[in-house]
């Protein structure tokens, strides 16, 4: 499956961005999908996660109660909402799908198909 994600971009410390990641070549109902994030000079880390039918949601503990993982299987699609923006979160966001588990994970190797990235800036 390919995936490519979008909506980054430059927003204010307390704004909001919504990221987008389409999805082709593949059962995308069957995966489930994930966003990870890296900022300059560190490992890449979770964001969140969603199961393949989107009834199961799980967030890192930095971004619980500000971001909002959905999907939407008709459109290919899964969105991740980033309200409450904080300088921390600047970094160059990626949506992954997963092969292996079709419930979710925070562990990156989980993850077979990635996205090439989209940046996010939050200036304070």
């Known amino acids: 499956v390919q995936l490519q994600a979008s909506g980054g971009g430059l927003v204010q410390a307390g704004g909001s961005l919504r990221l987008s990641c389409a999805a082709s070549?593949?059962?995308?109902?069957?995966?489930?999908m994930g966003w990870f994030r890296q900022a300059p000079g560190k490992e890449r880390e979770f964001v969140a996660h969603?199961?393949?039918?989107?009834?199961?949601?799980y967030y890192a503990d930095s971004v619980r109660g500000r971001f909002t993982i959905s999907r939407d299987n008709a459109r290919n699609t899964v969105s991740l909402q980033m309200n409450s923006l904080k300088p921390e979160d600047t970094a160059v966001y990626y949506c992954?799908?997963?092969?292996?588990?079709?419930?979710?994970?925070?562990?990156?190797?989980?993850?077979?198909?990635w996205g090439q990235g989209t940046q996010v800036t939050v200036s304070s």
């Open positions: 992954a799908a997963s092969g292996t588990t079709g419930w979710g994970s925070t562990f990156e190797g989980e993850y077979g198909f």
């Open positions: 070549g593949g059962s995308f109902s069957n995966y489930a």
């Open positions: 969603i199961n393949w039918s989107g009834s199961t949601t």
